[in-house]
């Protein structure tokens, strides 16, 4: 699964270590997602989404 997660943080000027903290998840988890090596389940990706303000769907979508 791909995801906005990358462009949505820089967008911002955040770290992996601030969305982390704003997300109550560790660094090394905002990275897997960012890279495509985990997928959150719902309740961290509506926190996201919650987040950035976006739709679940407008983050993450199918893909390699």
Known sequence: ?????KVLRA???WT???????LEV???TV??????KYD???PLAFRIAGLF???IEELFFPGG
Do not use: V
């Open 1 to 5: 699964m791909r995801n906005r997660l």
């Open 11 to 13: 967008e911002r000027d």
């Open 16 to 22: 992996q270590a601030d969305l982390a903290e704003r």
């Open 26 to 28: 560790s660094r090394q």
């Open 31 to 36: 990275n897997a997602i960012e890279t495509g």
């Open 40 to 42: 959150p389940g719902l």
């Open 53 to 55: 303000e976006q739709r």
